[in-house]
């Protein structure tokens, strides 16, 4: 499973309107030399520990200005206190305005600068960092008022006792090389605090013009702090307020550009303030904060005379940061009655209504910000995340067109246009939108995230690998990338390098439920279902709502073996998510493995409702008709089954196995393979000699339900060949074992000397009468060859071994294998053919045969076990007994009652081995679900 980012927020946070330059203030003469102060960096140790700003997962309007409520720029002289300038008086007094209304052209509500630096500077009035004016703004600082400014160096003043005002909780880091993390802090109305190399063009610049310049020498012209308050793409530069006087710049402001920010700003962060009334200048102790808008006013309205329709839309987005989405739409609602044209109020409440779960007002808030203002690109942006979400792939592909039109450069946009086309399943579409995605904004880790999501899809697992990766070396404490990562190794069935994966994802957050349950998956494949079982279930924990974590745990107890557990689960998935078709699926097959066939249609039935391109529900509902006798319906479900595309992990099974079981109802049907070539009627004989199979017409039904064995055994013995040497114990091999399995309660079809048509025609009823059974189990001994990787056994009439003549002198396992595939019950296959290709002296070499043992199997379906006498490309030993050694050591720990198929393996893997003196190890894959004993008579 892997992981797409799709957020929605909103625009831009306040008016633009900047306050007016002072009358009468004049450009400073271009030689002016001016203070910078920021000559502290940031210890590497405390720096580690400092905390990233949240970032901003949204759109990003294409302009943001915050300096209505910020103070008028000062200067600080010849004092090296920038550092205070920017994060006490600009940064934190503009919260005292924008979440306390307070006017911050007054004194009396402006932090004072002087007070701060003081407190913070080392000896000699050097300058200092953020972190130690963090530090110092934590226990408060006194006003401007109180406190006045002066460029003086003086000694650190005693503690004010008026300066509980204006505290802080702390600082957080910005990364200063991604533009748009730096965007989005501002488009939260978040002043972002830098340090800047500091340069003699930078002190010369004058006027509107965009500072451009990347030339700096940091030894020689040292760092200043200043303040970044607002952003215009259209200029594709930042706004920022200095300290250095309003003759600098444009009246105390500049215009830097995009491009010198990574180069030219070593340090970035924002305040961390609380979002709530702010500790006033003039009162000793920090008031209790303000109750929310809900509690303050039961009738549940805010009073619209209580601020402009700004100051609401600033107050509700501030409840939308904090998840307050009731107050949030109050404050919403007080600035449309206030302007009822205002579209951004109409489309921050759609946002808020979309995190509440009301959709259909969240897209007539959409609509109506749409209608409002036409122009605006990120209207569209949240309306497309909202039909991505339905999903309506279409209409959100052409909700970002229209935002994609507006702002060619909207790397979002891109980003969820990319999304839905993942979603339709057109992934080089959505690869090349996560390619212009990235190329606007090449340091945002979710867009690499996201096109390696596509990657993912397209199973291109070395280049989503190293888009994850990419991601990370962005952001290493972003835990996506670390769990797609994990799917890659997942995919790859390296499962202990997918767990570490996850586990360092749960490392960074640990309430991800989704690598909760992704580490589950794996662990499954470990055969750890403890611990599988574990990750879900604190998957449920953290997410008791979410349907899929029930899903997912229903599905490992299912491979525990504790199906009535799996079935509880199942239905609350379903309960939770009545439109769940993999649910409806997996109950649908443990209903059919419990013979409960009508209800097992009924689910797959309303699995095809749901996804009625799983294929593999087709071939399910198909097994259970004919399980239950009715061939019509079982052939066109079949037939269905191969006209789809091999879609989900199950597609490959199905198409196999729908094709293996049209062709033993169906014989030559387009597109059916048969498990085996179907034997030619007129060569069957009329009689058998005594122990040999009887030929079944390939036309014949199978046996009704009522009538069918639980337990089906298939036992081949073939010793009498009539080409070369004979071998003496693989017929009498063949009729012990079947005798064993008959005395624990198999029902078996006996075959021993069998020719190419009689061996054909057995195992057609056998994999005919299969689908009925809870246990089919096929033993073969005699000669069997590999051919370019696939493995054939050698009926007695066979005269060569070439890869032309094979489907015709042969018998295909792989082909036995597909008829057989199906986890609705036990298979097990049990192969003492590894022995020598008998024919090789008479095989070209051209003919891809070789000797040396059988092929083996990396993987096998769900439900299935594979034996081998000997380990694959050895042979295995016929024996100077009566019995082969493998067989031997079968025939005495088969009938042992309680003891699990795997167990009584392992028993004769270590009687082999011994009795061949290593010469011979029997081999074994199994995908068993839950445990099985051959003798169900246990005591």
């Known amino acids: 499973m892997s992981v797409w ?15 007016a330059r002072d009358a009468g203030v004049r450009f400073d003469p271009p030689d002016t030399q001016y203070t910078s102060g920021d000559d502290q960096e940031i210890e590497a140790e405390v720096r580690q520990k400092l905390p990233y700003a949240a970032r901003f997962r949204g759109t990003l309007p294409p302009a943001v200005d915050l300096t209505a409520r910020m103070p008028l720029p000062g200067n600080q002289g010849k004092l090296r206190s920038c550092t205070a300038w920017a994060a006490a008086y600009a940064a934190r007094s503009y919260y005292t305005a924008s979440l306390d209304g307070r006017d911050v052209s007054q004194p009396q509500n402006v932090v004072s600068p002087n007070y701060v630096y003081h407190l913070a500077r080392g000896p000699e009035c050097t300058g200092t960092n953020f972190v130690r004016i963090t530090n110092v703004l934590k226990a408060g600082a006194p006003s401007l008022a109180d406190y006045p400014y002066s460029d003086q160096c003086v000694p650190p003043p005693q503690i004010a006792p008026n300066a509980a005002g204006f505290r802080v909780r702390g600082y957080n880091r910005i990364d200063p090389h991604e533009i748009e993390g730096i965007k989005g802090q501002l488009a939260q109305s978040n002043p972002v605090l830098i340090s800047f190399a500091d340069s003699p063009a930078f002190h010369r610049h004058r006027g509107e013009a965009v500072f451009n310049d990347p030339a700096f020498d940091p030894g020689q012209d040292g760092w200043h702090s200043m303040t970044i308050v607002g952003y215009d793409d259209r200029r594709r530069a930042f706004r920022l307020m200095n300290s250095w006087g309003q003759g600098w710049g444009d009246g105390g402001y500049a215009w830097l550009g995009y491009d010198i920010v990574p180069q030219r700003v070593r340090e970035a962060g924002v305040l961390d303030v609380a979002k709530s009334s702010s500790e006033t200048a003039a009162q000793p102790v920090a008031p209790t904060p303000p109750q929310s808008g809900l509690a303050q006013n039961p009738s549940g309205q805010i009073n619209p005379g209580s601020g402009s329709a700004f100051e609401h839309l600033n107050r509700g987005i501030d409840f939308r940061s904090k998840r307050d989405h009731d107050n949030a739409i109050l404050e919403f609602n007080a600035a449309i009655s206030l302007d009822p044209r205002l579209a951004r109020a109409f489309n921050y409440r759609g946002l808020s209504w979309l995190s509440k779960g009301n959709a259909d007002r969240a897209l007539a808030d959409f609509n109506e910000a749409i ?14 995340n909202l039909q991505a979400a339905k999903p309506d792939p279409d209409a959100a592909i052409a909700d970002y067109d229209q935002a994609i039109r507006m ?12 999304g839905a086309w993942r979603r339709k399943g057109d992934l080089d579409r959505a690869i090349a939108d996560m390619d212009e995605a990235a190329r606007i904004e090449p340091k945002n880790a979710d867009f690499y995230n996201n096109r390696g999501n596509a990657l993912l899809d397209k199973k291109d697992y070395d280049r989503a690998f190293d888009d994850y990766t990419q ?6 404490s972003f835990p996506a990338p670390y769990n797609n990562r994990g799917l890659v190794w997942a995919n790859r069935k390296d499962y202990d390098r997918a767990v570490a994966e996850y586990t360092a994802a749960l490392r960074l957050n640990p309430n991800y439920a989704l690598a909760l349950r992704n580490r589950a998956a794996a662990e499954r494949g470990q055969n750890k279902l403890d611990l599988a ?48 078709a993999f649910a409806y699926y997996l109950r649908a097959t443990i209903w059919r493995v419990n013979k409960e066939f009508d209800r097992a249609i009924e689910d797959y039935t309303r699995c095809l409702q749901n996804e009625p391109a799983y294929v593999g529900a087709l071939t399910g509902r198909g097994l259970a008709h004919e399980a239950k006798g009715e061939l019509a319906p079982a052939r066109q479900d079949y037939r269905a089954a191969l006209a789809l595309p091999e879609k989900y992990e199950t597609g490959k099974w199905a198409h196999q196995t729908a094709g293996a079981r049209l062709a033993l109802l169906e014989p030559g049907t387009p597109g059916a393979k048969p498990p085996i070539s179907p034997p030619s009627e007129s060569k069957a004989p009329g009689a058998t000699a005594p122990g040999s199979a009887a030929p079944v017409s390939p036309a014949a039904p199978p046996p009704s339900p009522a009538g069918a064995s639980s337990r089906l055994a298939l036992v081949i013995g073939n010793g009498a060949y009539r080409s070369v040497a004979q071998l003496p114990n693989p017929p009498n091999d063949a009729r012990a074992i079947a005798q064993s399995l008959r005395d624990i309660g198999f029902t078996v079809i006996e075959a021993i000397d069998v020719d190419r048509v009689k061996m054909e025609a057995t195992t057609i009823d056998f994999l005919r009468r299969a689908s009925t059974a809870r246990v089919a189990l096929l033993f073969y001994a005699g000669h069997g060859v590999q051919i370019d990787g696939r493995n054939y056994l050698i009926p007695i009439d066979a005269t060569e071994v070439r890869k032309e003549s094979a489907g015709f002198e042969l018998i295909d396992v792989d082909r036995i294998l597909a008829g057989l595939d199906d986890e609705a019950r036990a298979n097990v296959v049990i192969l003492d053919a590894c022995r020598d290709n008998p024919l090789e ?40 007994g009566a019995h082969s050694p493998f067989t031997e050591a079968m025939l005495k720990h088969l009938g042992s009652p309680n003891i699990e198929i795997n167990e009584m393996l392992t028993r004769v893997r270590v009687d082999v081995v011994a009795a061949t003196e290593r010469k011979q190890i029997p081999w074994v894959n199994s995908s068993l679900l839950g445990d099985l004993y051959l003798n169900d008579r246990r005591r």
């Open 5 to 19: 980012s799709v957020v929605l927020l909103g625009l831009s946070l306040s008016p633009s309107q900047a306050p």
């Open 371 to 384: 209608q409002l203002d036409p122009k605006d690109p990120s209207a569209y942006f949240n309306r497309g």
């Open 407 to 418: 702002n060619p450069r909207f790397a979002a946009a891109y980003s969820g246009r990319a």
């Open 471 to 476: 991601a990370t070396n962005i952001n290493p």
């Open 533 to 580: 079982i574990a990750d879900n279930a604190e998957a449920i924990r953290i997410e008791p709502k979410n349907a899929e974590n029930y899903f997912q745990r229903a599905f490992t107890l299912r491979q525990q073996g504790n199906p009535d557990a799996a079935l509880a689960d199942l239905a609350e998935a379903l309960r939770l998510n009545p439109k769940h």
């Open 841 to 880: 002296a008479r095989t070209a070499s051209r003919s891809g045969a070789r000797g040396g043992g059988l092929a083996g199997y990396s993987s096998v379906g769900s439900g299935m076990l594979i034996a081998f006498a000997t380990a694959p490309g050895k042979t295995a030993l016929d024996g100077s």
